[in-house]
């Protein structure tokens, strides 16, 4: 995987600190039931949280019956917010504003993802090395997912796009359909 090295790492108390509150809301309020994805939005000072979400349904969605079957995935993953543009609706909403804030996000934004969060003023990305590496090459080149030009949007942008290596604890992950520690 030759992505992983063209990726800052970032070291710091902090940043897993952060990272670990992103999983946690993932894992309190995400709706899906195979992956649960948590970003936050902390602003220039590194003291606020200005933004939160976790992927979820827009409101008044039905939750599609049988996980395994392929209209069911279809269904879901069409409808599914994803929580980097949701977490910037958040910091919209509750007027935190997302101008040269960081966004934690411990897995990989998809392309549709980095055009908000580079639209959005967002200046700095941290993800979790660890659940990069838990990413398959099928899933990093998806066509919904487009990963490789997710991150050269954000580089184009301007944005600085690091990874945290090294364990954040305290903490579990729901990571399709395995729970791990990340
Ligand atoms: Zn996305």
Redesign the pocket.
């Known amino acids: 995987m030759n992505w992983a090295f063209r990726i800052e790492t970032i070291e710091g108390e902090l940043h897993r600190d952060f990272l670990r509150m992103a999983y946690q809301i993932g894992e309190d309020n995400s709706q899906d039931p195979v992956t649960h994805t948590g970003a936050i939005i902390v602003a220039q000072d590194f003291m606020n949280v200005v933004g939160k979400a976790a992927n979820h349904f827009p409101p008044g969605f039905d939750i599609p019956e049988g996980l395994e079957s392929e209209t069911a995935r279809k269904a879901r993953l069409e409808a599914i917010i994803?929580a980097?543009p949701s977490a910037v609706h958040d910091a919209a909403r509750h007027s935190g504003g997302t101008n040269n804030a960081t966004m934690y996000m411990p897995w990989a934004?998809?392309y549709?993802?980095s055009k908000v969060i580079a639209d959005s003023g967002i200046t700095m990305l941290v993800m979790h090395k660890q659940l990069l590496l838990m990413t398959s090459d099928k899933t990093w080149t998806a066509p919904e997912y487009k990963m490789e030009r997710a991150f050269d949007t954000l580089k184009d942008a301007g944005v600085r796009v690091c990874m945290y290596d090294g364990k954040i604890g305290g903490v579990k992950h729901l990571y399709k359909g395995e729970v791990w520690e990340p």
Do not use: T
Request: proline share 33%; glycine share 0%.
């Open positions: 994803h980097e934004p998809c549709p993802c």
